[in-house]
């Protein structure tokens, strides 16, 4: 198996991650701003994207 596949995140992990609810993840779903997709009623979230998305506009605090 491809050591470099993550696994897909779940709205809790990714709530967690970005320090929001998951009831806010999920509003960003519905929004259509968060790259995701589905395995039954499931919402999973790839990794590997979601890091690179949620963090694209950060900008490093000594930046000016």
């Known amino acids: 198996m ?3 596949i993550q696994r897909p995140m779940t709205a809790k992990e990714v709530s967690e991650l970005v320090g929001v609810t998951p009831q806010q993840i999920y509003m960003q779903v519905k929004l259509g701003k968060l790259p995701h997709f589905r395995v039954g009623n499931a919402i999973r979230f ?3 994207i979601i890091e690179t998305h949620l963090f694209r506009d950060c900008k ?5």
């Open 2 to 4: 491809n050591e470099n």
């Open 46 to 48: 790839p990794a590997n």
């Open 60 to 64: 490093n605090e000594n930046e000016v």
